[in-house]
């Protein structure tokens, strides 16, 4: 009797020991296979996770690790996920974040030359000349310039949407502006500060509590499809017809020590991934800008009169004075208003 319960305790001890082995082989096996990536990056982006960009940024992560074969692990971070959205520069300049793609008015005061790579009031609207100044004209290596200045590596930039203003009350002239907080930063806060209005700089995720609870009285999108997907028509409906910007240029940066650490053809695949991501942005730009104005028309969205041929000039004058303000801001800024200047 005794000697068979011994026999089923040495059992059920091999049995356990068994169970546990495996286990640890088991975890073992997971944890080998989460670490064989040869570099894991943290990719900070501004869009909450669900918008439409924010899975753009996660194709973009995708594509690198499939691009590379896994030897680079990208995780993606979103909006409010570690990083506030005027931490997002300094986070990667300091290796806290590898990657990122920042919305440089939120970084006036450290870097000012993004200011005017993103595009000031009055810039081209044009693809192809925006293609060309970075690519042909010089902006893209005076850019490469100053981002490594600030210990970072600029990849392949991408074009976005024009820049609208959503307000809560009606436009029908320039004068309406007066007296209205509007969440603008950067050059398009003081771009709307000339036409009397005060700009305030606030995160994408605080938009619609702000419009809803009265602290800003509107606000400008990085693109209109901000706006829809922000669900902004529902406490502000109506969108002013002139585009502050006509097209907007963002680029996406990697630490350099991080990039540093990279073979070369692991920096060529990054560059080709961030290429891929660029017309990415674009086409599907594109074709969700229809969408949204339809999605947001459809939630009661207006759009402002017509301008007149005044207030036309006036919005134009207003974006040209600010050319020669950001040309004085850094010598790198200087560069590329020159540029710019020499092109037209």
């Given at each position: 009797?005794?000697?068979?319960?011994?026999?089923?305790?040495?059992?059920?001890?091999?049995?356990?020991?068994?169970?546990?082995?495996?286990?640890?082989?088991?975890?073992?096996?997971?944890?080998?296979?989460?670490?064989?990536?040869?570099?894991?990056?943290?990719?900070?982006?501004?869009?909450?996770?669900?918008?439409?960009?924010?899975?753009?940024?996660?194709?973009?992560?995708?594509?690198?690790?499939?691009?590379?074969?896994?030897?680079?692990?990208?995780?993606?971070?979103?909006?409010?996920?570690?990083?506030?959205?005027?931490?997002?520069?300094?986070?990667?300049?300091?290796?806290?974040?590898?990657?990122?793609?920042?919305?440089?008015?939120?970084?006036?005061?450290?870097?000012?030359?993004?200011?005017?790579?993103?595009?000031?009031?009055?810039?081209?609207?044009?693809?192809?000349?925006?293609?060309?100044?970075?690519?042909?004209?010089?902006?893209?290596?005076?850019?490469?310039?100053?981002?490594?200045?600030?210990?970072?590596?600029?990849?392949?930039?991408?074009?976005q949407l024009p820049v609208y203003v959503l307000t809560k009350a009606p436009i029908n002239s320039l004068e309406d502006f007066k007296g209205m907080k509007i969440r603008a930063p950067g050059a398009y806060g003081k771009f709307?500060?000339?036409?009397?209005?005060?700009?305030?700089?606030?995160?994408?995720?605080?938009?619609?509590?702000?419009?809803?609870?009265?602290?800003?009285?509107?606000?400008?999108?990085?693109?209109?499809?901000?706006?829809?997907?922000?669900?902004?028509?529902?406490?502000?409906?109506?969108?002013?017809?002139?585009?502050?910007?006509?097209?907007?240029?963002?680029?996406?940066?990697?630490?350099?020590?991080?990039?540093?650490?990279?073979?070369?053809?692991?920096?060529?695949?990054?560059?080709?991934?961030?290429?891929?991501?660029?017309?990415?942005?674009?086409?599907?730009?594109r074709l969700w800008e229809s969408q949204a104005i339809a999605d947001m028309e459809a939630k009661g969205m207006l759009w402002s009169p017509?301008?007149?041929?005044?207030?036309?000039?006036?919005?134009?004058?207003?974006?040209?004075?600010?050319?020669?303000?950001?040309?004085?801001?850094?010598?790198?800024?200087?560069?590329?208003?020159?540029?710019?200047?020499?092109?037209?």
């Amino acid at each position: 009797m005794f000697k068979t319960l011994n026999k089923l305790k040495q059992r059920s001890l091999m049995k356990n020991i068994a169970v546990g082995a495996l286990a640890i082989s088991s975890t073992f096996f997971t944890v080998s296979h989460a670490y064989a990536a040869e570099h894991n990056w943290r990719f900070v982006n501004l869009y909450p996770r669900g918008t439409a960009y924010g899975e753009v940024y996660k194709g973009f992560a995708d594509n690198i690790e499939a691009m590379s074969n896994g030897r680079i692990s990208v995780q993606v971070m979103y909006a409010g996920e570690g990083v506030g959205q005027t931490g997002v520069l300094g986070s990667v300049k300091s290796g806290l974040m590898t990657m990122g793609a920042p919305f440089q008015p939120m970084h006036a005061g450290e870097f000012p030359a993004g200011v005017v790579e993103v595009g000031l009031p009055g810039m081209t609207d044009d693809v192809g000349e925006l293609s060309a100044l970075f690519h042909e004209r010089g902006w893209g290596d005076v850019l490469k310039e100053a981002y490594d200045k600030q210990n970072l590596v600029w990849l392949e930039p991408y074009i976005q949407l024009p820049v609208y203003v959503l307000t809560k009350a009606p436009i029908n002239s320039l004068e309406d502006f007066k007296g209205m907080k509007i969440r603008a930063p950067g050059a398009y806060g003081k771009f709307l500060r000339q036409l009397g209005a005060s700009p305030a700089s606030l995160s994408y995720s605080e938009i619609y509590t702000s419009l809803a609870t009265g602290v800003i009285d509107g606000s400008i999108g990085s693109n209109i499809i901000d706006h829809r997907d922000g669900n902004h028509v529902e406490v502000a409906k109506y969108m002013y017809r002139l585009p502050i910007a006509g097209a907007q240029t963002l680029p996406i940066v990697v630490n350099k020590n991080a990039w540093n650490k990279l073979s070369d053809d692991l920096k060529a695949i990054v560059r080709a991934a961030s290429a891929v991501h660029a017309r990415e942005q674009m086409t599907k730009s594109r074709l969700w800008e229809s969408q949204a104005i339809a999605d947001m028309e459809a939630k009661g969205m207006l759009w402002s009169p017509e301008p007149s041929e005044q207030d036309v000039a006036t919005w134009k004058n207003a974006a040209s004075t600010l050319w020669a303000e950001y040309a004085e801001s850094d010598p790198y800024s200087q560069r590329l208003v020159k540029i710019v200047q020499n092109s037209q």
